[in-house]
């Protein structure tokens, strides 16, 4: 099975500074990620696939990059609404695997 | 809009079954293959299983194989998850999740609030 790891654990940014979340998969999975956002008592809400690719009607402060083994999730412009705890998500390669997820706060 | 309702969940002994639901609608669910992914409370997310939009091909995660079965009903556009076997760590709030595609190899764009099971004596 492939293993996601994400860095760090938590954080907390001040309003308006960049936010950075790591992924790392054990093998490659080419650039088959998501990014999700789950805030407290609701589903999880996909803001990227294809590693890079933001979903309809996600805000521009949220970006994907990478390959590989390797991938960045940052909020550029860190708003209230932002406080949640984001996973990566492996879809390349049975069984599907997320990450252990990232909770970002304010500072 | 794209809506999907999850149903079933309940307190059940260990060692007993469940079948939780899924309605779907607003898109074509014919066109899309169904994931379940489950949470156990105050944990991440694991995924559970998916199934093709014509049923041609279902997957498990090892937790669950052979204890578990995915299968849809495209006439009734819902989408199940048969529970057997049932283990206390099974307890969790699971969701039903639409994929991108018809493909299995996509991102869930879309998920219901879920259902919460309880194993539990």
């Known amino acids: 099975d492939i293993v996601m790891t994400q860095s760090p654990d938590s954080l907390a940014v001040s309003l308006g500074e960049r936010a950075t979340i790591n992924c790392k998969s054990s093998?490659?999975?080419?650039?088959?990620l998501g990014w999700y956002q789950q805030k407290p008592g609701q589903p999880p809400k996909l803001l990227i696939s294809w590693a890079s690719t933001r979903e309809s009607g996600v805000p521009d402060r949220f970006s994907g990059s990478g390959s590989g083994t390797d991938f960045t999730l940052t909020i550029s412009k860190l708003q209230a609404e932002d406080v949640a705890v984001y996973y990566c998500h492996q879809y390349y390669s049975l069984p599907f695997t997320f990450g252990p997820g990232t909770k970002v706060d304010i500072k | 809009d794209v809506q999907l309702l999850e149903s079933g969940g309940r307190l059940v002994q260990p060692g007993g079954s469940l079948r939780l639901s899924c309605a779907a609608s607003?898109?074509?669910?014919?066109?899309?293959?169904m994931s379940w992914v489950r949470q156990a409370p105050g944990k991440g997310l694991e995924w559970v299983s998916v199934i093709t939009g014509l049923s041609d091909n279902r997957d498990y995660a090892a937790s669950v194989k052979g204890r578990f079965t995915i299968s849809r009903d495209n006439s009734k556009n819902t989408v199940y998850l048969q529970m057997n076997s049932l283990r206390v760590d099974d307890t969790a709030l699971y969701f039903c999740?639409?994929?991108?595609?018809?493909?299995?190899?996509?991102?869930?764009?879309?998920w219901g609030q879920g259902t919460l099971v309880i194993v539990s004596s």
């Open positions: 999740a639409k994929c991108g595609s018809g493909s299995r190899f996509s991102a869930s764009d879309c």
């Open positions: 607003g898109f074509n669910f014919n066109n899309y293959a």
């Open positions: 093998q490659s999975v080419l650039n088959y």
